[in-house]
């Protein structure tokens, strides 16, 4: 199986930055696409970053600009930067990502736990 642990979430001010990190561990062989997805109280969840194997990015049109994901393969590890941060930010963060196992040799997808991001005033 595969787990994938979100971490750096956290209580931020307006304008401020956070890191968020997500590992994911497991009997893998390789990861595609990972992404960042949040979801705020009452909405539903949305993408906000992705991220390919090959390093190709794209992002929703709300945090553009301001955050940066990016990836370690070696470790498995996708990372979230955010800057300028917004209270309209204040969400769960999930991690997400499309994992190829040595025993199964196709992707499957897995959802990290998620991790709390509160931006105040």
């Known amino acids: 199986q595969v787990q994938l642990v979100e971490s750096g979430g956290g209580l931020v001010q307006i304008g401020g930055s956070l890191r968020l990190s997500c590992v994911a561990s497991?009997?893998?062989?390789?990861?595609?696409?990972m992404d960042w997805y949040r979801q705020a109280p009452g909405k539903q969840r949305e993408l906000v970053a992705r991220i390919t194997s090959r390093g190709s990015t794209n992002y929703s049109d709300s945090v553009k600009g301001r955050f940066t994901i990016s990836r370690d393969n070696a470790k498995n590890t996708v990372y979230l930067q955010m800057n300028s941060l917004k209270p309209e930010d204040t969400a769960v963060y999930y991690c997400?990502?499309?994992?190829?196992?040595?025993?199964?040799?196709?992707?499957?997808?897995?959802w990290g736990q998620g991790t709390q991001v509160t931006v105040s005033s």
């Open positions: 997400n990502a499309d994992v190829i196992l040595w025993t199964t040799m196709y992707p499957t997808n897995y």
């Open positions: 497991g009997y893998i062989r390789s990861i595609n696409d």
